[in-house]
């Protein structure tokens, strides 16, 4: 597969950095990201990894705009409050870059859907906005053997994580073992929150799967990276991997999907 | 005195305050203190049988205490640690 003209010049600051040149662009064009929630952190993430010219875009999401998504939801405008957020997303990805192809799928992801939506990617993009999903992902990407850039906010506060626990890297259960009960930890879209944070975080996002795609730099896959937008603090720790993680440690329990994913929604 | 780092979850309990200062010589210590400063902070850490809970972690500098030695992670002066509970939303 050789460049157009057209496309040479739309990545012409890509292909003059020795790190990616063409043959990185080319890896990019033909690399398959998924992205799981067209909101908050899905919005930047998807503009970037479009205007980058990553060749397979999938957008999962089940809901509607609202007018209240707008804040932070860059994918989407005021003339859009009404139509699917996937629809809406793919049509401003297009504008940007019609070079790329653009999947879209208007419901939410399910222990049931999952794996034939991981089957078709390469990389995964978790913008969610619950527990479930988060665990369900991160479960779902060990088991077919996905990178998962996993990024999260709330109020003044992101945090982001690469989930490689099929190549032996923790997975985001040995960070987090279980999901909270109901009450104790906020999860849901009423908890206010910064809207460029979710540019911030959504960004890092993008800048985390395009490295591991072009397989350069350091990557998060054992660390996790804590953003304070307040103090204006980035913070690094460790992630080990555990040993006793249900999931990727030496004696798991959790072996399949079919396990309860249900959280109620906490605030 | 240990600089501990407090989420925005459990800021209301500080009165909004993400950086406290508390005494002790380990993670235990600090925390009992603290809660003694900022009553409630010990509950939302910890389970009913006093493990911290599987969604919070604690950290001492840049280590997570679940693989040092868990609440009994000694402190020295100048170290700082942090606590980050899961956080979920992205929509
Ligand atoms: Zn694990």
Excluded: W
Aim: aromatic share 6%; glycine share 10%; net charge neutral.
């Amino acid at each position: 597969m050789s460049f157009t003209d057209a496309q040479i010049q739309r990545y012409s600051r890509h292909i003059i950095l020795p790190e990616v040149g063409g043959k990185g662009q080319q890896k990019l064009s033909r690399a398959k990201a998924l992205i799981i929630g067209a909101g908050g952190l899905g919005s930047p993430a998807g503009l970037y990894l479009a205007a980058t010219g990553v060749g397979t875009l999938g957008l999962v999401d089940g809901d509607v705009v609202d007018l209240s998504n707008l804040q932070r939801q860059i994918l989407h405008t005021t003339a859009s409050v009404g139509a699917s957020k996937v629809e809406s997303g793919r049509r401003m990805l297009a504008a940007l870059n019609p070079e790329i192809t653009i999947k879209t799928y208007q419901e939410n992801i399910t222990a049931a859907n999952i794996l034939m939506f991981l089957a078709e990617y390469d990389i995964i993009l978790d913008g969610s906005d619950n527990f479930s999903t988060r665990f369900l992902l991160n479960d779902a990407c060990y088991f077919a053997k996905r990178t998962l850039i996993s990024g999260s906010i709330f109020r003044f506060e992101g945090q982001l994580a690469t989930i490689k626990a099929h190549e032996g890297y923790p997975c985001y259960r040995c960070l987090y073992p279980e999901p909270p009960p109901a009450g104790l930890v906020p999860n849901c879209q009423e908890a206010g929150v910064l809207g460029v944070l979710a540019g911030t975080i959504g960004v890092l996002q993008a800048a985390e799967a395009i490295k591991e795609i072009l397989g350069i730099g350091e990557t998060l896959a054992d660390r996790l990276l804590i953003y304070d937008a307040l103090e204006m603090k980035f913070r690094k720790v460790t992630r080990p991997k555990d040993p006793r993680c249900h999931l990727c440690g030496t004696h798991p329990t959790i072996t399949d999907l079919s396990g309860d994913y249900t959280v109620s929604c906490a605030l | 005195m240990i600089k501990v780092r407090i989420p925005t979850p459990l800021r209301p309990l500080t009165r909004g305050q993400g950086e406290v200062e508390a005494k002790g010589a380990s993670v235990a210590e600090v925390i009992a203190n603290l809660d003694s400063i900022h009553p409630g902070l010990k509950q939302r850490l910890y389970d009913e049988t006093g493990e911290l809970r599987r969604f919070v972690n604690i950290y001492v500098n840049e280590e997570d205490i679940r693989f040092l030695k868990g609440k009994e992670t000694a402190l020295k002066e100048g170290d700082e640690v942090s606590i980050v509970p899961a956080i979920a939303g992205g929509r």
